[in-house]
């Protein structure tokens, strides 16, 4: 069993940045792939980003590539999303997930363990 905590969301401006924190818990993260997923009112959820367990491998929607940018920190069971030039199209929940293994998907079904989820608003 997993437990996902996600933090970090919040009201920004057109152009701004926040970082989203995901503290995971309750097993090894090591044997863990994570990912991003958003869902905004009345659309299905969507992958954002994901990385690998030896963090050599990332892979992003192309929305976002070149703005945000995942990382993990695999001794404080962390992974982190930064999100810069932000836009109102970017306004979603944004959830962390884990999937058990290696292999990065980008498939919302592939993945075992979900945070509750953070709010992240872009103003115009």
């Known amino acids: 069993q997993v437990q996902l905590v996600e933090s970090g969301g919040g009201l920004v401006q057109a152009g701004g940045s926040l970082r989203l924190s995901c503290a995971a818990s309750g097993r090894t993260f090591k044997n863990i792939t994570m990912g991003w997923f958003r869902q905004a009112p009345g659309k299905e959820r969507e992958f954002v980003a994901a990385?690998?367990?030896?963090?050599?491998?990332?892979y992003y929607a192309d929305s976002v590539k070149g703005r945000f940018t995942i990382s993990r920190d695999n001794g404080q069971n962390t992974v982190y999303l930064q999100m810069n030039s932000l836009k109102p199209e970017d306004t979603a929940v944004y959830y962390c997930a884990a999937r058990l293994g290696l292999v990065i998907s980008t498939t919302v079904a592939h993945y075992d363990y979900w945070g509750q989820g953070t709010q992240v608003t872009v103003s115009s």
């Open positions: 990385i690998s367990l030896s963090r050599s491998t990332t």
